[in-house]
């Protein structure tokens, strides 16, 4: 995932967001680097700061990628050898990659077909008695069924620890993702909504017993340096990389207005080609503030590889975000899953294609992308122009 420099239409502009702030990031990077402190110090406590303040939460603890965010929120819970957390089969690998890390077992459940999101209905189905902790996944940008999902960890005590990779400033309610649950992991990979020039996590708590637990657990569990009380992690993040988010945190409002709006845009373009039958719109439910981390569309399963590999002949770029469900990966056949347990999030594998998506994107790129797919289909047979 880069820039995809040759591309016409690229499926993001990481070099573009780069070139934008290019002043003000060489003056922090400068002022980090003639300061001294390259690792965590004052440039990371006050981007935690920052970040809390912009997510509501009492506490932010930077670390070194979203995936050891996950990671340090499961084992400062307590989460470990022996217990089942339960993640949505339809994401990306980390969220229960992180589960297995910290010894636990990830028990997979479905997808609600519109957003994405865990299926509260499917979780309730999945715990068992073992069940510490559900993920739900914020993925594309919507969040999940906040309400329900609260509900049932209410209800079998169990935490919530909120996967917001995808959906950086995205909203449940008035509720800013990653202040809804008893932690909020942050990736800040360079393709998300608030990127990095490297890797770079956080997460999000308003628990202080449990903020002060993994800001030890990332310097190998060490409150006072060289005293360890217990065995951690070295999950420190770079000052340098907390001194560009800091320059890009401000942005991030604007960036995601501009989101959203190319996403009308997009909804617009495909309706006024007819395609909407073909290119299915994402579907935004009331009550969720959408960024659009990927814009998403559903294409019928027997021609979506085709059209992505057509599109990407044409220099428009395109992604499968996730070609697999997690139940179907390889390393996960020892958990006796089988085809057709999930059936929505194995649909969704088999249709979903991502649209070039990005804060700058101008109608005229995402008109080319639209009048590509057009071409494509009017190259179909009449009947095969039906959504999946
Ligand atoms: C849903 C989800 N969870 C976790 C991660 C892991 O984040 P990172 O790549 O920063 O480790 C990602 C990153 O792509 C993600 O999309």
């Given at each position: 995932m880069s820039g995809e420099a040759g591309t016409d239409v690229p499926l993001c502009d990481i070099a573009g967001e780069n070139r934008a702030l290019a002043g003000p990031i060489l003056a922090a990077l400068q002022r980090v680097l003639t300061g001294g402190q390259v690792i965590l110090g004052p440039e990371v406590a006050a981007f935690e700061q920052e970040v809390a303040a912009f997510c509501g939460v009492r506490h932010a603890v930077a670390c070194s990628s979203g995936t050891d965010a996950l990671v340090l929120a499961l084992h400062a819970l307590g989460i470990g050898p022996g217990d089942e957390v339960i993640v949505p089969t339809f994401t990306f690998f980390a969220?229960?990659?992180?589960?297995?890390?910290?010894?636990?077992?990830?028990?997979?459940?479905?997808?609600?077909?519109?957003?994405?999101?865990?299926?509260?209905?499917?979780?309730?189905?999945?715990?068992?008695?073992?069940?510490?902790?559900?993920?739900?996944?914020?993925?594309?940008?919507?969040?999940?069924?906040?309400?329900?999902?609260?509900?049932?960890?209410?209800?079998?005590?169990?935490?919530?620890?909120?996967?917001?990779?995808?959906?950086?400033?995205?909203?449940?309610?008035?509720?800013?993702?990653?202040?809804?649950?008893?932690?909020?992991?942050?990736s800040f990979y360079p393709t998300k909504n608030l990127g990095a020039a490297g890797d770079a996590g956080m997460v999000l708590t308003d628990q202080d017993g449990l903020a002060r637990r993994?800001?030890?657990?990332?310097?190998?569990?060490?409150?006072?340096?060289?005293?360890?009380?217990?065995?951690?992690?070295?999950?420190?993040?770079?000052?340098?990389?907390a001194a560009i988010l800091r320059v890009?945190?401000?942005?991030?409002?604007?960036?995601?207005?501009?989101?959203?709006?190319?996403?009308?845009?997009?909804?617009?373009?495909?309706?006024?080609?007819?395609?909407?039958?073909?290119?299915?719109?994402?579907?935004?439910?009331?009550?969720?503030?959408?960024?659009?981390?990927?814009y998403v569309v559903r294409v019928p399963a027997s021609y979506r590889d085709a059209l992505a590999q057509f599109l990407k002949s044409q220099q428009i770029g395109v992604e499968i975000y996730y070609p697999l469900c997690l139940h179907q990966q390889e390393c996960f056949r020892r958990l006796g899953y089988r085809q057709g347990d999930f059936p929505q999030?194995?649909?969704?594998?088999?249709?979903?294609?991502?649209?070039?998506?990005?804060?700058?994107?101008?109608?005229?790129?995402?008109?080319?992308?639209?009048?590509?797919?057009?071409?494509?289909?009017?190259?179909?047979?009449?009947?095969?122009?039906?959504?999946?």
């Open positions: 969220t229960a990659g992180a589960v297995c890390r910290v010894g636990a077992t990830p028990v997979f459940a479905d997808i609600e077909p519109h957003t994405y999101g865990l299926d509260p209905a499917d979780v309730v189905r999945r715990l068992s008695p073992r069940s510490r902790a559900i993920i739900p996944v914020h993925l594309f940008g919507q969040a999940c069924d906040m309400t329900a999902i609260r509900a049932i960890a209410e209800e079998h005590t169990l935490y919530i620890i909120e996967d917001v990779a995808q959906a950086f400033g995205s909203r449940y309610q008035e509720r800013t993702c990653g202040s809804l649950g008893h932690a909020g992991t942050l993994m800001r030890a657990l990332r310097v190998h569990g060490s409150e006072v340096r060289y005293y360890h009380r217990e065995v951690g992690y070295n999950m420190r993040l770079d000052a340098l990389q890009k945190l401000p942005q991030v409002p604007r960036w995601l207005e501009q989101r959203r709006q190319a996403a009308d845009r997009y909804r617009r373009l495909i309706t006024a080609a007819g395609l909407e039958q073909f290119l299915c719109p994402p579907v935004v439910l009331p009550q969720r503030y959408h960024t659009f981390n990927q999030a194995e649909q969704a594998a088999a249709t979903v294609l991502a649209l070039p998506m990005f804060p700058g994107i101008t109608e005229q790129q995402q008109q080319r992308v639209i009048d590509a797919c057009a071409a494509f289909v009017a190259r179909l047979p009449q009947p095969a122009r039906r959504a999946a």
